[in-house]
Nanobody, 128 residues
């Protein structure tokens, strides 16, 4: 079992920044990918970014590329999402997820069905 706890959400003006954290516990994540997804009201949960613990490969959704940065701290078992140049369209609940990654390409790891464990989510609201 893996437990994931997100933090760092909040209210920010357009153009501002936030950093989300996801602390993982419960088992080794060496063969896992850690992903960030988001869900806006009335919309499907969508992929934001993912990082493979082993090797550190990263993949982003086009909508956040150049504005968001995903990173991981192996010693702390924590993954981060630095969000810059935030837009009102980024308003959503942001979820951290973990899934076994060794069989999949980085593009495939944008699929939410490949993630077994999910955090409770943290709200990000960007005002115009």
């Amino acid at each position: 079992q893996v437990q994931l706890v997100e933090s760092g959400g909040g209210l920010v003006q357009a153009g501002g920044s936030l950093r989300l954290s996801c602390a993982a516990s419960g088992r080794s994540l060496s063969n896992y990918a850690m992903g960030w997804f988001r869900q806006a009201p009335g919309k499907e949960r969508e992929f934001v970014a993912t990082i493979r613990w082993s090797g550190g490969r990263i993949y982003y959704a086009d909508s956040v590329k150049g504005r968001f940065t995903i990173s991981g701290d192996n010693a702390k078992n924590t993954v981060y999402l630095q969000m810059n140049s935030l837009e009102p369209e980024d308003t959503a609940i942001y979820y951290c997820a973990a899934g076994s990654s060794w069989r999949y390409s980085m593009v495939e790891l944008s699929r939410k069905d490949l993630y077994n464990y999910w955090g409770q989510g943290t709200q990000v609201t960007v005002s115009a």
